[in-house]
């Protein structure tokens, strides 16, 4: 299994400030045929079901703020709110499709300071 | 607009057989070649995939669940389902169903039922 690892398991950030979540995974999941990052990044608040908010490590869904952006390649990755919005507490999560059994990371919870 | 709904006993008793449905509106589950998802949230933890499948029958499941899983589709219906046998308390977590965004077993779900909370308890 790819086993996926996010860092930190809590942030704490300030209203209008960057807030950054790291993501790394055990083997790349990186497809060398399409070079595509095989990397999703979703958001969950509390009673709510995960809402994807990136693909292939760096496209963002139709609706999703331009403040959330997605970097990286092959094994490691970063999830960026580069201006953190009252609206954005919640826990993220990044998931690997790279192959089965698809796996998630831990999750990352989002404050506000 | 596609939407996803799980149903099925918020209680099971250990050993037994935890059975979900979920029903899609919206479209149809057999117009697409879609694998369809269940994930899973036990409380206050991660996400957890447990399995695809697909109209024809085809599965691709988790082996972290040691076989214990069976899904299916009812095309008539337009509703796939969930069974998980032998459940012990660790199988207590909200599950979810979900959709595929390219419809593969390797993706991301970009649509998602509300979840349905299953306790396993005596």
């Known amino acids: 299994d790819i086993v996926m690892t996010q860092s930190p398991d809590s942030l704490t950030v300030s209203l209008g400030e960057r807030a950054t979540i790291n993501c790394r995974s055990s083997?790349?999941?990186?497809?060398?045929?399409?070079?595509?990052?095989?990397l999703a990044w979703y958001q969950q608040k509390p009673g709510q079901p995960p809402k994807l908010l990136i693909n292939?490590?760096?496209t963002r869904e139709s609706g999703v703020p331009d403040r959330f952006s997605g970097s990286g390649s092959g094994t490691d990755f970063t999830l960026t709110i580069s201006s953190l919005q009252a609206e954005d507490v919640a826990v993220y999560y990044c998931?690997?499709?790279?192959?089965?059994?698809?796996?998630f990371g831990g999750g990352t919870k989002v404050e506000i300071k | 607009q596609l939407q996803l709904q799980e149903s099925g006993p918020g209680l099971v008793e250990p050993s037994e057989t935890l059975s979900l449905t979920c029903t899609v509106s919206?479209?149809?589950?057999?117009?697409?070649?879609?694998?369809w998802g269940w994930i899973r949230q036990p409380p206050g933890k991660g996400l957890e995939w447990i399995g695809s499948?697909?109209?024809?029958?085809?599965?691709y499941d988790n082996p972290s669940l040691k076989s214990r899983v069976t899904m299916s589709v009812d095309t008539f219906k337009n509703q796939f389902s969930l069974k998980l046998n032998s459940v012990t308390a660790a199988d207590t977590a909200v599950y979810y169903c979900a959709r595929p965004s390219r419809g593969q077993t390797n993706d991301a779900f970009d649509i998602w039922g509300q979840g349905t909370m299953v306790t396993v308890s005596s």
């Open positions: 499948v697909h109209y024809s029958g085809s599965t």
């Open positions: 998931q690997q499709y790279y192959n089965t059994p698809l796996t």
């Open positions: 083997r790349s999941v990186l497809y060398t045929s399409n070079n595509k990052n095989f």
């Open positions: 919206g479209g149809s589950i057999s117009s697409s070649s879609y694998y």
């Open positions: 292939w490590a760096s």
